[in-house]
């Protein structure tokens, strides 16, 4: 009869064992490679950076870089003319087409359509350029403003004092990863006035978030060029980067020929405060990860997550917490929300940090 | 339909058990509990302590009849949804303030582990498992060596094969351990010293105070050293209701530094630790020598094992397993990654 009781302690423990393994977000991890693919009429059609999404016969972009690349393979034995309609484009100008392939029209505010005539059989690649020859940039960061309406305009409002040409938001965009947040958040991005670009945060991620982030902002680890300089945006929203992602950073961050090179995530590696552990989930690989950094020469790291300002320093390289952009914040530290703008300039890189009272949120 | 069986056959087994002839196989069974309530009414409390009794923990008791030991579960219940949800409002309201953090975090972990030990001892109660557990000797005053081989996964790290040896000298009012844990290829290698001063030693409550030193290196030119001092506490609650009385549960909360190195160099990372934790339930029972079945959550920041999601949560399951001197240890831990170990031993 003891056995009995054995086996009705296991079955008691069953509920618990179960409930402790069933989260392994882990496998969704990397998988970004279909994103940005469709065929239509034999075209096998890719975008670079961002979702492709295919509304009958017309296609939809959220371009996520200042930099894109548009390939067409077409097995069609006939002529095929494909228009996409690229959305968070610079508004004060036309992208430079390289070649000079297809047709680009405005449409209104930050979207515009490119219309290319693919001949029979033919494969082509055409790149376009938000900011063609430039030496120089100024962008803004901010993170976790989790929904918040009001601290989201405010803070649009006075990110459009800056004259940035980009903005970056480091996780966290939404609160809860339903179809309402979804919809206020790609209408909020607008308020900007410039092309914003989005790294995934663990908010985006609850229950079937991976998906609906990938169809709103497509790939979750992607990198752009600007200037000469190397921008690397990682997914490790589940305060660990997994070993496709430490590996994905390496390969790029170990090309030298880059002038600075800035690494932009969600959370940062290291909190200062480490009972609360909003760092890597281990400390052991975040001192891995840091060392990869430093090894690659690895110039700034902006990430979120900590609802307050930090910034610390490790052999060389400079990590900075920007803090909430209208997430609840982070009592008794006096800070309110805050972004930062980053200027590359003639003498170098300058961080500014600016201050925005934003309402208290929730309470 | 084998199901249906293994059900009818289980709720039979609850109801024709007698505890008192489990406690007479046992090999070395304590005195069992001599208890007045009716035992003929147990078998119904245990459907009653998963429905409703996973939401309303004390229900198995209470709907079978033991009212006040059900009320008392009920009201421990709660205390402990009290306790995590001002804790967690607190959490969330200062959105973990470094500053309140130290506090709310471990109140948070300790209201936890109280709510998850309510329904516990629902279940073990009404199941009349709870005679057949035994508080036993508590682990910091058994004396062991130990071997254990282990297989780790995680996300990054390129350690796999572990060895891992454990030497424990434990007395009434103190114990000493030394562990190392060595990665095959040597890549890896943990070095753990630690000692402990029982303050307060009585049949419901085990203190200590312990202190140790820790070294963990790696092969890429990562040392982590860490200096903690964590506080044990061993609660038995048997006293406040008694289906609790061979149930308890360990909280560790640690304080320390680390420094990082970096490619030999002697830059650093601080990354004060405060409040690391773990909580489970240990249950002994009376096997052969016996048998201890555990399940924890655990919390802390150095591990090559990393946490999942909300408190980066990391589980340990282990089975040991005492034989007339010998014992063997087999557990498997999971996060961001999992650990596997089993073990030989000898206890003296």
Redesign the interface.
């Known amino acids: 009869?003891?056995y009995?009781?054995?086996?009705?302690?296991a079955?008691?423990?069953i509920?618990?064992?179960l409930a402790?393994?069933l989260?392994?977000?882990?496998a969704e991890r990397f998988n970004d490679h279909q994103i940005g693919i469709e065929t239509y009429e034999q075209v096998a059609i890719e975008v670079s950076h961002g979702p492709l999404i295919r509304i009958g016969s017309e296609f939809f972009t959220r371009v996520q870089a200042p930099k894109i690349d548009l390939s067409f393979q077409s097995t069609n034995p006939e002529s095929v003319t494909v228009a996409i309609h690229l959305s968070n484009m610079r508004r004060d100008s036309l992208p430079k087409l390289n070649p000079d392939r297809g047709t680009l029209t405005r449409i209104g505010g930050d979207t515009v359509t490119y219309s290319v005539v693919i001949a029979p059989n033919e494969n082509i690649s055409v790149e376009l350029d938000n900011y063609p020859d430039r030496s120089h940039y100024r962008f803004g960061v901010v993170g976790d403003v989790q929904s918040n309406r009001v601290a989201g305009r405010m803070l649009a409002e006075s990110a459009r004092n800056y004259n940035l040409d980009f903005f970056v938001i480091v996780g966290d965009l939404v609160n809860q990863p339903e179809d309402k947040e979804w919809g206020w958040a790609l209408d909020f991005v607008k308020q900007f006035a410039v092309p914003v670009y989005v790294v995934v945060g663990?908010h985006e991620l609850f229950g079937d978030g991976y998906k609906k982030y990938r169809q709103h902002f497509g790939k979750t680890n992607y990198q752009f060029s600007l200037a000469g300089d190397l921008f690397l945006m990682l997914d490790v929203a589940?305060?660990?980067?997994?070993?496709e992602v430490?590996h994905y950073a390496e390969s790029l961050l170990e090309n030298d020929t880059y002038d600075y090179k800035y690494v932009f995530t969600h959370v940062t590696p290291?909190?200062?405060?480490?009972?609360?552990?909003?760092?890597?989930?281990?400390?052991?690989?975040?001192?891995?990860?840091?060392?990869m950094l430093?090894?690659n020469n690895l110039d700034m790291m902006f990430s979120g997550h900590?609802?307050?300002y930090k910034e610390?320093r490790?052999?060389g390289v400079q990590y900075y917490v920007v803090g909430?952009g209208g997430?609840?914040?982070?009592?008794?530290?006096g800070i309110e929300c805050r972004f930062l703008v980053v200027e590359k300039k003639g003498n170098g890189i300058h961080v500014e940090k600016v201050d925005v009272p934003c309402p208290v949120y929730p309470? | 339909m084998a199901w249906g069986v293994l059900i009818i056959?289980?709720l039979t087994?609850?109801v024709?058990?007698?505890p008192d002839?489990?406690a007479s196989?046992a090999f070395h069974a304590p005195e069992p509990d001599r208890d007045s309530t009716h035992v003929h009414t147990q078998w119904i409390g245990?459907p009653f302590a998963i429905v409703p009794g996973?939401l309303l923990h004390g229900s198995g008791h209470y709907l079978s009849g033991r009212k006040v030991e059900g009320a008392k579960l009920m009201k421990t219940q709660g205390l402990a949804l009290g306790g995590f949800v001002l804790s967690m409002f607190g959490i969330?309201?200062?959105?973990?303030?470094?500053?309140?953090?130290?506090v709310l975090?471990p109140m948070a972990s300790f209201s936890g582990a109280l709510f998850?030990m309510t329904w516990?001892s629902d279940?073990?109660g009404v199941?009349?498992?709870s005679r057949?557990l035994d508080r036993s000797r508590p682990i910091q005053k058994q004396s062991f060596l130990d071997f254990h081989f282990a297989h780790h996964e995680?996300?990054?790290?390129p350690y796999h094969r572990f060895l891992n040896f454990t030497a424990q000298f434990g007395m009434d009012d103190f114990f000493l351990s030394l562990m190392s844990d060595q990665e095959a290829s040597g890549g890896y290698q943990d070095y753990h010293l630690k000692g402990g001063y029982n303050l307060k030693s009585s049949e419901n409550l085990e203190l200590y105070m312990m202190g140790g030193m820790r070294r963990?290196q790696?092969e890429?030119?990562?040392a982590?050293t860490q200096l903690d001092m964590p506080l044990h506490v061993d609660l038995d609650l048997g006293w406040f209701i008694r289906t609790l009385k061979h149930v308890y549960f360990q909280n560790w909360i640690s304080y320390g530094y680390?420094w990082?190195h970096?490619?030999g160099?002697t830059?650093f990372?601080?990354?004060?630790?405060?409040?690391?934790m773990s909580f489970g339930q240990r249950?002994r029972?009376y096997?052969s020598d016996y048998l201890q079945?555990g399940?924890g959550?655990h919390?802390e920041?150095?591990?090559?094992?990393?946490?999942?999601?909300f408190?980066?949560?990391v589980?340990h399951?282990d089975l040991r397993f005492d034989y007339k001197g010998f014992l063997s240890q087999w557990k498997f831990s999971?996060?961001?990654g999992y650990r596997l170990s089993g073990s030989l031993g000898v206890q003296f």
Do not use: W
């Open positions: 009869m003891k009995v009781h054995l086996t009705l302690l079955i008691a423990l509920p618990i064992l402790s393994c989260n392994h977000p882990d663990n589940d305060q660990s980067p997994s070993r430490y290291v909190d200062q405060y480490g009972n609360r552990n909003n760092g890597f989930a281990s400390s052991f690989h975040a001192a891995r990860f840091l060392n430093q090894r900590i609802h307050s610390y490790v052999e909430t997430g609840i914040q982070e009592k008794l530290d309470f | 056959m289980l087994g609850g024709t058990a007698n002839s489990l196989e245990i996973l969330i309201y200062t959105a973990g303030s470094g500053i309140t953090s130290p975090y998850a516990f279940v073990l199941s009349g498992l057949s995680d996300h990054q790290s963990q790696s890429e030119g990562i982590l680390q990082f970096f490619n160099k830059d990372i601080h990354d004060m630790s405060i409040g690391q249950l029972f096997f079945v399940t959550y919390r920041n150095n591990q090559l094992l990393g946490g999942t999601d408190l980066l949560m589980f399951h999971h996060g961001l």
